[in-house]
């Protein structure tokens, strides 16, 4: 607990030393890492392999971009709400998935995202196909507030989300809730048989988690300014796996780490190479060869604890 | 046009469709019935396959030798990949080999990227195969007749060598109970690697001859493997004649789809998929749920 207050204070503090371009940055690294968390849930959790967590992200990114170009409501309202809806949406989705267990609903998450990929080409008037969303502007508002248009204000429109959406996760792990979620990754046959209805709670944990995904690309849209099917895309779904176990799968803030650790590699490796992507591929697959337990597993694991 | 050359040469298309489809379908479902592994990078395979058929046509002229050559090093690959990666990774539960594979996928885009570049690239049929007859007075290309009796004689060879031969047997036998394959005095893990590397080869023959249709481009592995996974979900995972029977449905679906229904063709293959597996979640011939 002290841990987590010293790093929300560091975050805090980091607009008043950073130049402008790191600020950017860092922003964009915190709704990775809040999109990575979420689907943390999922993954380290309750064993639940997403193929598709982009649909989530893109689905936020397009809803706070509508809300944002054609009604007035303020940038904070815009975000919670297309989070909201996200989750909402989801409720029908992971009772679909969940129809299927273990790879076969990894391919019916997936066959989401690239439904709704394909819908984003079609549906023009909320999509603009092809083309995007561009000039996502960030509203003012509630009480006349503009802050949240400044760099550093949207940096702690961000970091609150990621801080709130992380003590959440955290009690929801540790609620009795969190334990059937744990029993359903070991043994769900046996979680069956001590009389809980699984199916229930697996739905529930992809409403969380996809409503969590949609909050943070929610914070895209804006913050980018534009939302494309890029963030519908298969490849982002895997790209946010790979932050996950990379940073470390059934700890919440490894995959934190994992996004950072990912953009910084990708800002690195693209100013010497144009195949990135090679690399990161690479050092994925030793990642799930050799250290399973990713970064923050290890770390942890040095100071004799174990991940949950 | 009138109804039946129309729903002639529609079926014919579809069939044409389904052969390409089955290439991929069965080569994942051999792979995950003997090794419980799901191999995302079939659709980069499938791709590789198409890259290799586009040089070896380059190089050679002869669009015979790539449907060999492409098939035997995309083969070999596969089987070297499972020796020296996959090989270590039994004992752990299944999501590590979907996600070593998936990032199997990512490195094999960039190099196959690296090596031929962007551009799609167009491969030609061999020129007996480039003409067009006429069914019922309709026109047809020669090549898509050609796909369907391709699909039609590997699925024949594929049944029989499954069903006849010495390997086929120890194939059938590893995939019901591999600890007692093994206790019988044969080296299991050289069985998965053989049908490792055959089941990636028979991606690199669906990849050659799909190159020519759809020319040989670097978004070919994603569409190819999510196609693929729909097909072995409705056919169920594991089944040799379930890969085949979703082939053909989905080649359908996906062909009178487009055809009358632009919009939802996409829609309409999920749709089945989901019904599929609310009504049984294990898939049409499918053992395990």
Redesign the interface.
Known sequence: MRFLIAVAALLALLPFGLPPYAMTLLTEALILGLFAMSLDLMVGYARLISFGHAAAYGFGAYASGNFLLHTSMPLPCAVLLAGLLGGLVAIGVGWVCTQATGVSFSMLTLAYAQLLYAVAFKWTPVTGASDGLAGIPRNPGPFGVTWWSTKAGFYYLTLACLLGTFVFCRELVRSPFGAVLRGIRENEAKTIALGYNTRRYKIAIVAISFGFAGLAGALYAPFAGFANTELLFWLLSGQVLIMVIVGGAGTLIGPVLGAVFFLYMQQQLSSYTDSWALFFGVIFVLFVLFMPEGIWGLILSRFGKKAA | MDFLPFLVTQCLNALSQAALLFFLGCGLTLIFGIMRI?NFAHGAFFMLGAYVGYSTVHWTGNFWAALIVAPILVGAFGAAFELG?LR??YG?????F???T??????M???I??IWGVEALQVKPPDSLSDIVFILDEPFPVYRLFLVGAGIVVAVVIWQFLERTRLGLLIRATSQNAEMVHALGTDVRLVRSAVFGIGCGLAGIGGVMAAPLVTASLGMA?NAV?DT??IV?IGG?GSFLGSLIGAVLVAFVQVFGTYYFP?FA??FM?LI??TV??VR?GGLLGKE?
């Open positions: 799901v990666i270590q990774l752990r539960d299944g999501h590590a979907l996600m070593v998936f990032g199997l996928t990512l490195i885009g960039e190099v990227r690296l994603p999510i996974f729909v979900i995972m919009d996409l829609a999920y998929m989901v597996l609310v979640p749920a």
